[in-house]
């Protein structure tokens, strides 16, 4: 029977990477290959398995918590309309503009900030490439530098909270193992000081860069700062700077303090966007459609995958495939730590061809009652499977920003360039990883 789950397992894998729809795939295939099962070898499952299944997909309907996932998601495409971006690097570069690397600063400073408020990469990338990148060229950034900057800024929204990324890591973990722990606020807390760390590590390579190479990272003149910082320049910051902060602060802030659930906080935050927008000057009855329906497609997809990875886990685990991985593992005798680098490597490698919405709904729900049987802080393994598709997302020659990035990025910009740039973000991300997997205490700094 175990054998017999572990077939399912690869053969949704194989046909999603054949490009079929994943949601279809993982329902479909799975529903056809237990009928299969109960004809051929009803000694292994029977149609009551099978009647289990409407409670599931309920059970998935009337999660409570989910519902942060569309309110989470409107609060990021509202935010992406308000000029937000715009507006934040403008105010960065009048902060941070006087020192060498200025600019390449306030990118990751604006892409945490805008991880925080959007948590969307695809949209903070693309956002981030527009509007920063003709800047950065004209001003003779190296190309490496620019484009690598912008690719890492963009995906931080995959590990800083509120993360979609960690909302659907949470809710999976959680279900999949059967500990209430690991809810999506304990997430969040432990998700936080990590995330800030890599930004830190980011901004210290940029300064390390820019100060040996001045010239492929040069400052803005002293006239360009003063003109910038014109009059009305506090208002500008405020509007820019402050509020966004605030809305964060709203938002994390009644999460990590108990005031209320990370569903409630999302309604906070999508409120919260929506009179940004407004007090930017950009909300308009075409902004607010166009937000409205990005957002139900987005939601509509996120849970018709979800659905459909609910009935592939149900015959997963009727034909035994977890208690034939746990097994597996005890009888090979293969560590925590051995089991737990196999597993990153195949999400690794994984995140070249899937999106991250499928990694966590096919391999995650597979491997955590393994990481429970064997007594891992799953919060821990959590944080470490977010940084790790973030650093997916980066790596040549698939990662999916640099895909994003390059359609976007000018003429002049070659693929070359991309992969050259990434590589030392992407040595910072293999290096923090290190750092998570030796100290696990930096999660409950906070």
Known sequence: MGILAIILFFLIFLLILRGYPVAFTLGGV??????????????YMSFSDLKLLPFRIMGVVNNYVL??????????????????????????????????????ISVVIVGALLAASTGIVGATVVTMGLISLPTMLSRNYDKGLATGTIAASGTLGQIIPPSIVLVLLAD?????????????????KAALFPGVLLVVFYVVYILIFALRNPEKAPAFSKAEINEMRGPGYIVKLIKAFVMPLLLIVAVLGSIFSGIASPTEAAAVGAFGSILLTVLQGRMKWSVLKDVMEQTTHLTSMVFMILLGATTFTLI?????????????????????????????????????????????????????????????????????????????????????????LKGVAPPEISTRDLYKGIIPFIIIQLIFISLILIFPSILYVL
Request: overall charge negative; glycine content about 8%; charged content about 10%.
């Open 316 to 404: 997963f685990r009727s034909l035994h495939g977890d208690a034939y991985l746990v097994a597996l593992i005890t009888n090979a005798n293969l560590s925590p730590m051995v089991f737990l680098a196999v597993v990153m490597v195949v999400i690794f490698i994984a995140g070249f061809f899937i999106d991250f919405i499928e990694i966590i709904f096919i391999v995650v729900p597979v491997v955590t009652p393994i990481f429970a049987a064997l007594e891992m802080d799953l919060l821990w393994v959590g944080i470490l499977i977010a940084l790790n598709l973030q650093t997916s997302f980066l790596t040549p020659p698939f990662g999916f920003s640099l895909f994003y």
């Open 30 to 43: 799975s529903i056809l290959f237990a009928l299969g099962i109960i004809f051929l070898f009803p000694e």
């Open 67 to 104: 519902i942060a996932v569309p309110l989470f998601i409107f609060m990021g495409i509202m935010l992406e309309k308000s000029g937000l971006a715009e507006s934040l690097l403008e105010t960065m570069a009048s902060l941070f503009g006087n020192i060498p690397g200025g600019l390449s």
């Open 172 to 188: 999976t973990m959680s279900s999949s193992s059967g500990q209430a722990s690991i809810d999506v606020g304990s997430m969040f």
